[in-house]
């Protein structure tokens, strides 16, 4: 075909530069401002323990009944959304490979979190969290912290640094 040139051009990694667990998950639960607001009432504290257990159970069918050690860090199977106060976008992107008691933690954490910053006007935990954070494109991205038993937001620019690093290794690490 004349006058078609295919050629390649190299970037440099920057917020472009896919983020798989930035990717949306196959199954996203979106947990939207008025259950947040009903779930703040009394009759909504019930609900949430039948929605925690429909989480859960959904949780199993996805990942089965034994673990697997899969690759990634980061789920692309699951993920729950929701929104700040402000209307942000919010991501908590799960952990392969934990176990169930594990996910029902999370779950427990991703809702006293939410509940805890719809029912504040400020500093609760995700407030604190995203103040000084970067969005990549229009949402904070948490994952959870074995360590600290609580969600925390995914710093951006050292997820660039890290890739760079991977893809780049100084001559030092030779």
């Not at 760079?164 to 100084?170: C, F, G, I, R, T």
């Amino acid at each position: 075909m004349s006058g078609l040139h295919i050629g390649s051009e190299k970037r440099p990694i920057g917020l472009y530069a896919a983020f798989e667990w930035a990717i949306p998950t196959l199954i996203a639960v979106y947990i939207l401002r008025p259950y947040l607001d009903a779930f703040l009432s009394e009759a909504g504290k019930d609900h949430y323990s039948v929605l925690k257990r429909a989480l859960v159970k959904l949780l199993e069918k996805i990942y089965g009944s034994t673990l697997e050690q899969r690759p990634l860090r980061r789920s692309l199977l699951f993920s729950v959304q929701s929104a700040t106060r402000d209307g942000e976008q919010i991501k908590f992107v799960f952990p392969e490979g934990v176990d169930h008691e594990t996910y029902s933690t999370m779950l427990d954490e991703i809702f006293g979190m939410l509940a805890e910053h719809h029912s504040m006007e400020e500093g609760d935990r995700l407030s604190d969290q995203i103040s000084n954070s970067t969005m990549l494109g229009r949402t904070y991205y948490f994952e959870f912290s074995e360590g600290q038993k609580s969600w925390i937001v995914i710093d951006v620019n050292s997820e660039i640094e890290k890739r760079k690093l991977a893809e780049h290794p100084s001559k030092d690490d030779n």
